[in-house]
């Protein structure tokens, strides 16, 4: 796939990369394309890797992450306008607040439904919001997969974004409409907590299963 990854930090850089090595044309959109962290990260990745402006990231790409912090979000989407229309929009970011003890949004709406009112013709997709960078580079726990969930209200986006989930190795559980990001989103608060209070970065949830009773 034609994936545009917007943002080279942490997430940005580690999914883009992991698609780049999976087979995928990626392109990564910085504020600074030349720039020192930029072009480490290029020369990180596979050739078939790109760093260029938001625009062109998003015009080159079917699918766009959005690897962004959330206060940076609603300028850059009104910035890039248009360009989104009919595109596949995977939206990993927590509206955290500035202190990062909480969410600025909960309980009646998302950072993912936001998104989908900013960028109004994409295809939002919530997905890897539940789990740190750490594990996005390694996502395998003594051959147990680490759980992605995703959910969406466009059904061929949301399997195109499971797919892209599972090429890194992750397991992807789907997770219901749009509107579930106002779970997904304070889970990643319960995620965080975890990671800070003793279970440090590399961990990850997964969900365990019985055969159902006939
Ligand atoms: N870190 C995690 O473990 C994790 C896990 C799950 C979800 N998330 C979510 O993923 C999103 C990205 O997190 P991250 O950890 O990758 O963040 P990060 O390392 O700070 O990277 C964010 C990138 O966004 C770009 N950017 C554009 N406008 C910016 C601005 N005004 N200020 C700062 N950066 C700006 C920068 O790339 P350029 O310099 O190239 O423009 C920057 O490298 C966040 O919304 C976060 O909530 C993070």
């Known amino acids: 796939m034609k994936i545009g990854v917007l943002g080279t930090g942490f997430v940005g850089g580690t999914l883009g990369r992991r698609w780049a090595e999976a087979g995928h044309q990626v392109w990564f959109g910085s504020r600074d394309p030349d720039g020192d962290k930029a072009q480490t990260l290029l020369a990180n990745c596979p050739a078939n890797t790109r760093v260029t402006s938001w625009i062109d990231a998003v015009e080159q790409a079917d699918v766009i992450l959005l690897a962004l912090p959330w206060s940076s979000v609603e300028d850059i989407l009104k910035q890039l ?3 989104l229309d009919g595109k596949i929009l995977i939206d990993c970011v927590n509206p955290l607040n500035s202190t990062f003890s909480g969410l600025e949004l909960g309980f ?5 439904e936001e998104i989908a009112q900013w960028a109004p013709r994409s295809r939002v997709v919530k997905a890897f919001n539940t789990l740190s960078a750490a594990v996005m580079a390694d996502p395998m726990f ?12 466009d059904a061929p986006a949301l399997e195109v974004v499971g797919q892209l989930a599972n090429d890194l190795d992750f397991d992807a ?11 997904l989103e304070p889970f990643s608060m319960l995620y965080i907590h975890l990671a800070m209070n003793g279970w440090g970065s590399q961990c990850a949830f997964q969900v365990l299963t019985r055969p159902k009773p006939q």
């Open 173 to 183: 559980i789907v997770a219901g409409p749009l509107q579930n990001a106002r779970y």
């Open 108 to 112: 009646t709406s998302s950072a993912a």
């Open 142 to 153: 003594d051959g147990v997969k680490a759980a992605v969930f995703y959910c969406g209200d």
């Open 81 to 83: 306008d248009g360009a």
